[in-house]
Structure formats: structure tokens, C-alpha cells
């Protein structure tokens, strides 16, 4: 049994409270289009709203998963709330049975809880991996309809990564200060199986780096978990924007440090460098750095005093 609710009821009243139940809908649950849900929000409550705007309360009940899964088609976005343990059993079954079917989905965006209480390293305490596997498993299956997948923490940092056009393109941007273990965890395995350059049509990577120096010259293991050898092959045409740097020598060794990485993107002929806060002078920047060893972006041109180009 469901609860439908008005799309008019707004998003922060509590779902479990007041709400009445469709006489209509219980009397015939085929009353309603599941074929297409604009959003599911799984959680302590798991909410799917409908292409008509209204909002269904899914039952709890583990019997009546595989009828509603069988109904959906399209999900065009797909919310893990950082909650799902409060309702674990069931959201376990609901993944379980959205494996085994063909259904498309387009966004995904999970919410996390980080915390270092009773431990030296961050960990994660809203979802465990019995239910991440299978999150990473409907990431992977997807990867052909999956047009962006954002991971949020707590702390207010964010990881987005987006697939443009026919594949042609990917976004990425990094704004979370990771330690290594929550980067292994929860996030290589989410590089992997968005598979960002998977197509042959691949040739632009845009990134966009918003962490603090430290973090930042982890960038071989950003790239490397991204995109495979033989992806790397298909790029021709990579953007770095740091959109909060201003120290000059940074600049320069993040530059050093970015060329040694990408040595294996042979096919590479534009690689931009973009310091949209940085108000000195470039030039000193370039003049530091040495014959650039990528065989085809060799030459430096300085676009304009935040830019720096290899062509």
C-alpha cells in the first residue's frame, strides 16, 4: 500500500505526518503511471515523484518492491539520501530488484555523512556497503543514459561529474577535501563505473579543482581513477581551471606536477590552465617551467593574464 500526496505540499513537511491516503489509488494501484518518475528519493521515507508533479509515499513493505520496480522505465534522477539506513531492508530489496531490470537513469546524486568522531581517519556513517555496491553496480549497468552523478557531504563539498552530447565530453568537479581512505571508498569506485571516457567519440576533459594546496597535488589520482590508459589515448583536448588560486608558485609547481601526470594523453594537442582569481602576472609562471614534454603541446601561449595554453 502507497500514500499519494499533491505536488503543492511543500518539500520540508514530513511526508509521515497528516497525509491522506487516494481512495482512488487504493481501490486501483494501475491508476498510476510509474513509467516515468521525475524523481526517486530513497530514504528513512522513499519518495517518488511522478510526471504529473504528484508525490507517492512507496510502502515499506518488502512485498510490494518488485510490483512497483516493474512499472519503472525512466528515473530522471535518482536520490540516495544520506538516511537509508533508517530504512535499510527495504532499499536494499528496491536496488536488488532495479539491477535485474532494464531502467534508464540519468542523474544521481548521493548524500553522505563524513565523520572522524571515535576514529583518526574520516569515515562514512549513512550508508554501508551491502547498499553502496549495489549503488555503484546501478552506476555502472547505466553508464550509457547516465548523464551526471553528484556526490554531496556534509562538510558542504561536492563531486560532480557530467557526460556531454554523445559522449564527447566530460565535466568534472572536485570540491571535497578527501582523505584517501573516503577517496577509495566512496569515490574511485564511482569514477569507475560512471566510465567517463568510454566512447569513441571522447576527446574533451574539463576539470575543475576547487581544494586546498595539499589536495590539489593529488591530481594523478583524480585523473588516473577517471580515465583508463586507453581512454587517455582518445583526449585530445583537456581544461584545468583552479578557480580559487592566487599563489604564483603554486601555480607553477600544480602546472609541473599536472604535466608529469597526463605524460600518457599522447593524442593530446590543447591543454588549458585557467586562474580566474589570480591577478599577477603569468609570464614569470611560464618562463619557470621547462620544455613541456607532451609530444604535441609543446608551445606556450598566455591567452590573457588567467590563462595559460599548450598547443
Not at 217 to 237: G, P
Request: include cysteine; proline fraction near 2%; charge should be positive.
Amino acid at each position: 500500500m502507497h500514500k499519494i500526496i499533491n505536488s503543492s505540499i511543500q518539500e520540508s513537511r514530513s511526508y509521515t505526518n497528516d497525509i491522506k491516503q487516494s481512495d482512488s489509488f487504493l481501490s486501483n494501484s494501475n491508476s498510476i503511471n510509474y513509467n516515468y518518475i521525475r524523481t526517486l528519493l530513497l530514504g528513512e521515507d522513499s519518495i517518488a515523484t511522478l510526471s504529473n508533479g504528484f508525490k507517492v509515499i512507496l510502502s515499506e513493505s518488502l512485498t510490494h518492491v518488485q510490483s512497483f520496480v516493474n512499472k519503472v522505465k525512466t528515473i530522471e534522477k535518482l536520490i540516495i539520501n544520506d538516511d537509508v539506513l533508517e530504512n535499510e531492508d527495504y532499499i536494499n530489496e528496491l536496488l536488488k530488484e532495479a539491477i535485474q531490470r532494464d531502467i534508464i537513469i540519468k542523474n544521481i546524486t548521493i548524500n553522505f555523512i563524513i565523520t572522524t568522531e571515535g576514529s583518526i581517519e574520516p569515515k562514512c556513517i549513512s550508508i554501508n556497503q551491502r547498499l553502496y555496491q549495489k549503488i555503484i553496480r546501478i552506476i555502472g549497468i547505466n553508464y550509457k543514459n547516465l548523464k551526471r552523478t553528484v556526490l554531496n557531504f556534509n562538510c558542504g563539498g561536492k563531486i560532480l561529474i557530467e557526460r556531454h552530447g554523445n559522449g564527447d565530453s566530460t565535466n568534472l568537479v572536485y570540491e571535497y577535501e578527501s582523505s584517501f581512505g573516503v577517496f577509495s571508498k566512496l569515490i574511485y569506485p564511482v569514477f569507475k563505473a560512471f566510465k567517463a571516457g568510454n566512447s569513441k567519440s571522447f576527446t574533451n576533459f574539463f576539470l575543475t579543482l576547487n581544494v586546498s594546496k595539499k589536495e590539489s597535488l593529488h591530481i594523478q589520482r583524480i585523473f588516473q581513477a577517471l580515465l583508463e590508459t586507453k581512454q587517455r589515448l582518445y583526449l585530445s583536448t583537456l581544461t584545468i581551471t583552479l578557480p580559487n588560486t592566487v599563489d604564483a608558485e603554486f601555480i607553477t609547481n600544480f602546472i609541473k606536477d599536472s604535466l608529469s601526470t597526463i605524460t600518457s594523453c599522447k593524442n593530446l594537442n590543447t591543454l588549458t590552465f585557467n586562474f580566474p582569481q589570480f591577478n599577477g602576472s603569468l609570464e614569470n609562471v611560464t618562463l619557470s617551467l621547462k620544455s613541456n614534454i607532451l609530444p604535441n603541446c609543446s608551445k606556450i601561449i598566455n591567452a590573457n593574464e588567467h590563462n595559460i595554453i599548450f598547443v
